[in-house]
Each structure stands twice: as C-alpha cells, then as structure tokens.
C-alpha cells in the first residue's frame, strides 16, 4: 500500500528516473510543510521577511512538483536555488549560527550531489559552501544583527522543526535511493540470468569469473525451420519477428519446464543443451521429451496456419550426447557456450534430420531407447566425419 501511495505522489520508477524521484520528493515534502511550519515559526518572533521567504519557498516547491510529477518538466537547479536563498534569509536575519537552520544549509549538499550533472553540480556545491562561509563570517563579525532566543523553548522549537523536516526529507531521500537500487539490482540479475545459467551468473556476481570446466555427458539439441527462407519473403519484418517470438517463446516454457538451458539462437536456429552446468543423468530423457514437444508445437503451429490458407515453415531437429568443455567468454558481453566434437555431431544429427522429425544419434539412443519408440535409419553419412548411426525418436504409444 505504502509503495503504491509512493508512486502515485511521486512518480513510479517505471516512469521517473531516479533524480526526477528525489526531486519530487523533496519538491512535494518542502512544499507541503512550508505552511504548517510558519504555525510553528510564528511561536520564535521571526520577522516578515522570513515569513515571505518560507511562503514563497513553499509556493515555488509545490509548483516545480507540478511540473515535474504531472508535466514531465523537472527543473533541479532552479529549485535549489531557491531552497538556498530562503535559507540564507532565515540565517541572515534570524538566529544565525545560535539557530539551526545551518543543518539544512550543511545536508543541502546530499540533494545537490544527487540531482545535478557536471559543472551545475560544481556550481551548487561551490555555492552551498562559498554561502555557509560568508554566513559563519558575518555572523562572527556582526553578532549584533542577529536575534537572540529570549526563552529556552524557543530554542528547542527551533531545533525540533528543522531536525524534523531534515530527517523527514533525508529518509525520503534515502528510501528513494535505496528503493532504486534494488530495482536496479533486481533487473541487471533478471538480464543476466537471461543470458547465463544462473549457477554462472552467481559465480560472475561472486567472484567476478566463471572458471571454464569439462563435462562427460551432456545432451545437445539443435533446431532449425524448414523453409524459413522462403516463407519470409511473403512475410513483414514486424510477422517474421511475432512469429520468431512465439515460437522460441514457446521453446524456452518447454526448455526450463525439463529443467534444461537454452544456449543461444541464431538466426532462425535454437539451441539447449541438458546435464550442465547442474550434472544429472536424465538429460538424454529430458533433451528428447523437450525436442518431440517442440516439434509438435511447430506442427500444431503450421496446421492451424495452413488451414487459414498461409504457408508455414516446418522443423528439423537433432540430438547427440557427450562431453563437452562450457565456460564465458567475453569481457564487456558475456556469452555462455560450449566447445567439442559432441556440439558438431549435434549440429549434423539437426542437418540429417527430416522436416518434422527429431534426429538422434546412436549415443543418445542407448540411453533412451526403452522410453521412446525409435526407428533405425541406418548408417547415414555425414559431411566431414565417418558414417554414423541414426534413428527418429517418437513417442510411446
């Protein structure tokens, strides 16, 4: 509820950037409590002046929250100029250093650092300082222009609206911050796990490295769309994209329901792999499962496409099993993938496959011949490399 209320005064982090955030928060909250404190300041004897500097102060917060929060127009230097003057007048012709409205010329600095860039942000803190200096200097020269608190209670007034208002503005400040930050965090873990394992993505958070390491089984799928080529040419890009989209969209629910990784896509081709980086000796099983469950979408896909008169792509699909090396490579991109001549044999099983078919080879086989039915296809010849055997895997009846 809290935070809901939060977005709707301030902004959502959806829509506002973080220093639009802290600048309506601290816009809305001097605004606001302006007026309540010219009630409180009235029990001090302050003199007119500082009675118009606060009003103006508060009118002008308000209306640069308006701005900012309904009309998208943030202006982060002007406000603080403001806030620095009205605070400057308070000192001036207030209590001067016996007051405490130094503490908000002091922590002026945090917004300062916060919402400015560059050189306005030198600018505001050379101010902030130059005004504090000239301030203390004054008052030390002068103390007969200052007021005096003629009563303890004053002072303590005094001292608990600004403590009040500082801390109010300072935990906003902070949440805000905060707030931010684990959203960041939470989306910069989101990106990464969506291109790495999130085993490797920890290990990079971590440790800052993912050390590359050898695995002796694993199963590998690749796939590929027939006729994708010349479907795309009757095709939008804005179609070929949807349509990409939906079907790797469909793959990846597939893939991590069996508890597999998608390595990458390229092109129109889709890659996983199963039994790493968590090591498990279904993989063979699951690879399979996963590959007859992404063929069957695809046909499903095609038939209802065809039945409305379009022309749809069809799917080539192998599977191999073995050893493999994995690791990240990159520095600024990272990429997750694995090196061997299991990745090649997996790659030739998908390019001997036939549309519609899930090609195995006889590695993966052995380990799920009795959980699917599969038919023999002989020694099939691959470019390259040595006659291999070869079966379609289908489901039990």
Known sequence: MLSNLSAQLIGSSKLFTLEQRIHNTITLVIGIMSFPILILLAFLDLRLIHQLSIVFCGLSNLTFYY???????????????????????IWLFGYGLNGFVNMFLLTLAVPTAILLRGR?????????????????????????QFLIFSTASQKYVDFVVNFLI??????????????????ERSKSDGLLLNILPAKIAFELKEYG?????????????????????????????????????????????????????????????????????????SHPTSCTTAALE??????????????????????????????????????????YDIWGETVNLA????????????????????????????????????KKLDSVKMYFANKLA
């Open 294 to 335: 992404m063929a069957e979408f695809v046909h499903a896909r095609k038939q209802l496409a065809e039945a409305a008169g379009k022309s749809y792509w069809d799917i080539r699909i192998g599977v191999h099993t073995g050893p493999v090396v994995a690791g990240v490579i990159g520095k600024q991109k990272f990429a």
């Open 166 to 183: 500082l801390f109010i503005i300072l935990s906003a400040v902070t949440t805000n911050v905060l707030n931010s930050l684990d959203e």
């Open 67 to 89: 701005l900012s929060r309904f009309r998208r127009r943030t202006f982060s230097f002007v406000p603080l100029v403001i806030l620095l003057t009205t605070l400057s007048i």
């Open 209 to 281: 490295e993912s050390k590359p390491k050898r695995y002796d089984s694993v199963t590998i799928v690749f796939t590929d769309f027939v006729g994708f080529s010349r479907i795309c040419q009757s095709l939008t890009a804005e179609e070929i994209l949807q349509e990409l989209d939906t079907c790797f969209s469909a793959f990846d629910t597939i893939t991590q329901r069996y508890g597999l990784e998608r390595l990458k896509t390229i092109g129109d081709s889709y890659m996983l792999v199963g039994g790493m980086p968590l090591e498990n000796a």
């Open 347 to 382: 790659s030739r099983m998908e390019s001997s496959s036939l549309p519609g078919r899930v090609n195995i080879s006889q590695a993966t086989y052995e380990y799920v011949s009795e959980s699917f039915n599969c038919e023999f296809r002989g020694m099939q010849d691959i």
């Open 120 to 144: 306005q942000r030198s600018a505001a803190l050379l101010s902030i300082v130059v005004t504090v200096l000239s301030l203390t200097v004054y008052d030390l020269s002068h103390p007969e």
